[in-house]
């Protein structure tokens, strides 16, 4: 706050020199008549002054403050008015003891007094106006507006404001992409302001802005030695908030050159000093930078938390390209992980922005980063566009490193079009640029995408030397990701199986240690996807080795590494729930979970409601995807704060000789492998391991589909035969794809556990006609997403919950939610679940029914669940494709509860369950991630406590339904286990000629431990 001080009369002409404080306010009144020339200058000493000109109506018409600790701050005016003006001089901050001293000339005005006051007026007042909005019209007004002044500045040989008119317009330059403009008027900038002695800090401030511009573009040597200038500078004047600025600046430099630790002391050094002098915007720079460099060096979870540090900051702020850039920075941590639906969101906010502030330079970075999305999504159509896009632009502002990165980028493309060619051309125009500006990662990356093009031409011995080189590169800068992706190229160029074996374990190591660092599961999960082809590619490389060495372990090692990568978010996430997870927060962190969780609800239920404008619809969707986010982070907080919560005791991944041990006889584990050119499958039994190779993904999958589209089909008495000879043609083609090559080594087995990959979840084995019978005639099938987490499972410690059984059935669905019935389901009423429902209920004599209006979300919350053998749920499910958290089963809608019981709200229950049955539609559908298997409702029960789920894999008959669940939980109280008591009823069904259709018995599976 100003201290504000009796006003002083002020002769023109006289010298005042006077002691100022930080928040001083001296004032002095001088009166004009209409027309008069004012020029008042203030020499400032160690403070940073304001002037302000106040007319006689005691309005503000102009406040200058153009320095910052010395120099002399000069104000022009023409009188608009006759009577008594007031100057203000404001002591913004001190630096140790200050002074100033003001003096003020009037007279009638020269020409020359005119055209200082125009200057002034177009530099300061019109220039500086507009710039201080940030979208691309104002922008363009201020940059007219410091044009018009420029000249006038020269007339008047005042160095001072030319100076500091050239920087202004140099940074709208810059926004807008006009590189060689921007660096030119920095440069002049600085030329003017080293002759200014008294002007250090603008030379401070010149030199920064040139130093960076040149970074940008790659020019890291020119950059360097100005911007070490610029520090001294500061630490001579005195000048920390400056000096946290260069520092981060200088650390950016050497961020290009992949000086990675020297980048990281320097960014962290600045953001101490920035949140010394409390500089909030600094502040969350500094974070942006600092988790870049986390993100180079590989540290995923690192650069994530960081990065969304500065996002608030910036949205705090309501800094419109700050948001734009933090917004990208999480976007390329996304597309780093694999999470490209998540990565796309965040890049195309970034976009927008950008587009609004009209940072023609920052556009093309986004569209460079989209078009990396669209590439990884497979959208090659759309990536180039992208890219040239941003290529045109990078070239046209100079920004040869962007170039560069984007030349990779189209040679990456055109090989994804099969257009090699164009991938050499590409490839070898950004490495001559990256060569000249001497950026090793855009070496590294033109050489790696090189070496692809040349092996595509077959050019193995020129490949390899460049894939080495990439190596090299990628090693002396400290990138463990592009290390890997290098190690992989050079396994499968190599026809030494022994030596891909070894470079292939080396990638493998490089990329476990970086998935292992990362604290989000769907993190993991992501991470783990993306990088499929290099698992796939480990695990053909060892089964090839198999097949010249049988002897020896190389199908146990294939199927162990296909293990230890599969499915390991689950694993660790029932690891977390069998530490009693919210047990030991303190009252400040449920209060906070509580939030979190209301603001993920309270979103929800707008979006459920009907006729939501598309604007409002997506402004939502940012919200609760902001809030989904911030949960996630709150668990990873609590994960490393070391709590119970977040140490969860993972069970290590199986081993062959692990599962070996925990078989009975007669009993085998067949896990999958899907990959592109050539999958894989191993049984396990108490006797040993027996491999098989199977068609590649393309193969699989339209069998698949054409089988579901088939079976998924309700058809009726007349035409069942001709149903059923059309699905077994489909369903025995697929038998001998995947099963069949596997029959040797079930010869005595009479239970199965399957492992499936990829759509293989998506498919009931029990259907598949082999030649002794229907699978569900033969074995005994249970299904799980990997070895590892049907152990977890059984190793959890269970007290038996002291009551049998509770159901939900035939919600009342007068009001659905909005955005669910615009999915196109159908809510009618079931009906039938009421009498399925209540037949169970007869067999379980301590049981609990909700039915109607009464099977409400609400009463699920808040039931007493852990004390509960079976949860049997008999309604409608929802599946969302692009966010599977989102699903759910959908009950009564209540006051206070959207209806739909979501996959992230089922993970906060506390189960104690032998078994959670979903007697609805889809439910065994989620969002396939290789090597993850599927993100579903399944994996929500599971980590909420449940030992077993059993869900459906397609729309069902609740008629047959209710047949269906009836006979399973007879069996279940006839002390079967679990798996077979499902397949006792699968069989009665069969044998029923109303039932027989794969339709009404097949799509429901039993997944997790069958005791």
């Not at 003020?104 to 006051?117: F, G, I, S, Y």
């Not at 049984?683 to 054409?706: F, M, N, Q």
């Not at 799980?784 to 190793?795: D, E, F, M």
């Not at 993970?907 to 439910?923: F, H, Y």
Request: charged content about 25%; glycine content about 6%; hydrophobic content about 40%.
């Amino acid at each position: 706050m100003l201290l504000l001080l009796a006003a002083q009369l002020l002769q023109p002409g006289t010298i005042i020199d006077r002691d100022i404080k930080t928040g001083d306010s001296h004032k002095y009144e001088l009166a004009l008549q209409q027309g008069q020339y004012l020029h008042c200058t203030a020499f400032q000493q160690n403070i940073d002054l304001a002037l302000l000109l106040d007319n006689p109506k005691n309005e503000t018409v102009t406040a200058l403050n153009r320095l910052w600790w010395e120099g002399a701050e000069d104000l022009p005016w023409l009188a608009e008015s006759t009577g008594t003006y007031t100057i203000s001089v404001d002591g913004k901050q001190s630096n140790g003891p200050a002074s100033y001293k003001l003096a003020c000339q009037v007279r009638q005005p020269a020409e020359l007094d005119k055209t200082r006051a125009r200057a002034y007026h177009s530099a300061w007042r019109e220039g500086l106006h507009w710039n201080g909005r940030q979208d691309a019209e104002s922008r363009k007004k201020a940059l007219a507006a410091y044009e018009t002044a420029l000249p006038l500045w020269r007339q008047l040989n005042d160095a001072s404001w030319e100076a500091w008119t050239l920087s202004q317009a140099a940074l709208i330059y810059d926004d807008i992409g006009d590189i060689a403009k921007a660096i030119d008027f920095w440069s002049q900038a600085v030329t003017l302001r080293r002759k200014i002695p008294i002007e250090r800090y603008g030379l401070a401030i010149s030199l920064n802005s040139l130093g960076t511009t040149l970074n940008d573009i790659g020019e890291n040597e020119r950059a360097l030695p100005l911007l070490e200038e610029a520090i001294e500078i500061r630490k001579a004047i005195g000048d920390r908030r400056g000096e946290g600025i260069v520092r981060g600046n200088l650390g950016l430099v050497y961020f290009r050159l992949n000086e990675y630790d020297k980048a990281l002391e320097l960014y962290q050094s600045a953001l101490e000093i920035r949140r010394a002098v409390k500089d909030r915007l600094g502040e969350s720079t500094s974070l942006i930078t600092t988790g870049n460099v986390y993100l180079a060096r590989g540290e995923i979870q690192r650069a994530l938390d960081t990065h969304i540090q500065a996002l608030k900051i910036r949205e705090e702020l309501k800094n419109l390209n700050g948001q734009a850039d933090a917004h990208g920075a999480i976007g390329t941590v996304y597309l780093t992980s694999g999470d490209y639906l998540r990565a796309a969101g965040h890049w195309q906010r970034a976009a927008a922005l950008y587009t609004q502030t009209g940072a023609k330079l920052a556009i093309a970075s986004a569209n460079h980063n989209l078009g990396r999305i669209a590439l990884a999504n497979g959208d090659n159509t759309r990536a180039k566009s992208l890219f040239e896009d941003a290529l045109t632009v990078r070239r046209a502002g100079g920004n040869r490193l962007g170039a560069s990165a984007t030349l990779a980028a189209l040679c990456e493309t055109a090989l994804a079009r099969s257009d090699v060619p164009n991938a050499i051309g590409h490839a070898r125009e950004g490495l001559a640029i990256a060569r000249e500006i001497k950026s090793r990662a855009g070496i590294g990356s033109n050489l790696q995408c090189l070496a692809q093009a040349e092996l595509r031409a077959s050019n193995t011995g020129t490949a390899r030397q460049l894939l080495n080189e990439a190596l090299d590169t990628f090693r002396t800068i400290g990138a463990p990701d592009e290390q890997s992706r290098v190690l992989a190229l050079l396994a499968a160029s190599t026809n030494n199986l022994a030596d891909a074996l070894t470079l292939i374990e080396q990638s493998a190591k490089i990329a476990g240690a970086m998935r292992g660092a990362v604290a989000s599961s769907n993190l993991r999960a992501a991470f783990r996807a993306a990088r499929a082809d290099r698992i796939d590619l480990h695990t053909e490389i060892l089964m090839r080795l198999h097949a010249q060495y049988p002897k020896q372990d190389y199908a146990a090692r294939a199927f162990n590494l296909t293990e230890r990568w599969r499915a390991r978010s689950l694993v660790e996430m029932m690891g977390e729930a069998r530490a009693e997870l919210r047990q030991d927060l303190t009252p400040e962190q449920s209060d906070r979970e509580e939030k979190l969780i209301g603001a993920i609800a309270s979103a929800q239920r707008v979006l459920f409601r009907p006729n939501l404008p598309e604007a409002r619809r997506k402004q939502i969707e940012q919200q609760l995807t902001a809030a989904e986010h911030e949960f996630e982070l709150f668990q990873i907080e609590l994960r490393r704060a070391g709590n119970r919560y977040a140490a969860g005791q993972y069970t290590p991944a199986s081993d062959v000789r692990t599962i070996q041990e925990q078989l009975s006889a007669n009993t085998a584990l067949i896990e999958f492998a899907v990959a592109e050119k050539q999958s894989y499958a191993w049984v396990v039994t108490p006797a040993g391991i027996k491999s098989a190779e199977l068609p590649g993904r393309a193969a699989i999958e339209s069998r698949i589909d054409a089988f579901r589209k088939l079976a998924a089909r309700p058809g009726n008495t007349l035409t069942a035969s001709a149903a059923l000879t059309r699905i077994d043609a489909e369903a025995s083609a697929i038998y001998r794809d995947l099963l069949a090559p596997l029959e040797p080594a079930l010869k005595s087995v009479t239970q199965l556990t399957i492992v499936p990959d990829g759509i293989l979840a998506y498919l009931p084995f029990e259907a598949l006609p082999t030649p002794k019978g229907r699978l569900v005639e033969r074995f005994r099938v249970a299904y799980a997403p990997s070895a590892s987490a049907l152990n977890a499972l059984k190793q959890r410690n269970r007290k038996p919950p002291p009551r049998s059984l509770l159901a939900f059935a035939d919600p009342a669905y007068g009001n659905p939610p909005a955005l669910v019935a615009e999915r196109g389901f159908d809510f009618t009423r079931l009906p039938q679940t009421r009498a399925e429902v209540a037949a169970i209920r007869t067999l379980f004599p301590v049981s609990k029914v909700f039915v109607g209006a009464e099977a409400d979300e609400h009463a699920l919350k808040s039931a007493d669940l852990e004390n509960f053998q079976y949860l049997h749920i008999a309604a409608h499910g929802y599946f969302d494709e692009q966010h599977p958290a989102r699903s759910g089963v959908v009950l009564t809608p209540g006051q206070d509860d959207d209806g739909v019981l979501q996959a992230h709200e089922v993970m906060r229950l506390r189960l104690n369950a032998d078994l959670v049955t979903l007697s609805a539609c889809q439910t065994g559908l989620g969002k396939l991630l290789a090597g993850e298997g599927v993100l579903s409702l399944s994996r929500a029960f599971f980590y909420a406590g449940a030992q077993s789920t059993v869900v459906s894999l397609w729309n069902v008959n609740d008629a047959a339904t209710a047949q269906l669940m009836k006979s399973f939980y007879t069996n279940l109280t006839r002390g079967l286990p679990r798996d077979e008591a499902l397949r006792q009823a699968k069989l009665a069904m069969l044998k029923s000629t109303a039932w027989r259709h794969p339709y009404f018995w097949a799509p429901f599976i039993f997944t997790g431990n069958p005791y």
